[in-house]
């Protein structure tokens, strides 16, 4: 059974720093594709970034670029999002994502709360 379990969220300042973290389980982690995507309330959920199998970047979003990173440790099944220079606006649940066979998975989310 695919599972994904998202740590990390929490409360940071503007201008500061957070990582957030999935675990994998249920699948060759090894083999897919990662996705990180965050919603807002009333909003619908917007791609971040991913990361192909091999740890190459396919996609960062506009808003993040310079500030994000994606990454994946295939060694332990977890795929990263290190988070600078925070935003206000970048407040958010986090969730990363994978598509098995056609279906997608989603974690519980992490809340990330960028505020002074």
């Known amino acids: 059974q695919v599972q994904l379990v998202e740590s990390g969220g929490g409360l940071v300042q503007p201008g500061g720093s957070l990582g957030v973290s999935c675990a994998a389980s249920?699948?060759?982690?090894?083999?897919?594709t990662m996705w990180w995507y965050r919603q807002v309330p009333g909003k619908e959920r917007d791609l971040v970034a991913g990361i192909t199998s091999a740890g190459g970047i396919i996609r960062i979003g506009d808003s993040v670029k310079g500030r994000f990173t994606i990454s994946r440790d295939n060694a332990r099944n977890t795929v990263f999002l290190q988070m600078n220079s925070l935003k206000p606006e970048d407040t958010a649940v986090y969730y990363c994502?994978?598509?098995?066979?056609?279906?997608?998975?989603w974690g519980q989310g992490t809340q990330v709360t960028v505020s002074s």
């Open positions: 249920g699948f060759t982690f090894s083999r897919y």
């Open positions: 994502n994978v598509r098995v066979t056609g279906q997608d998975y």
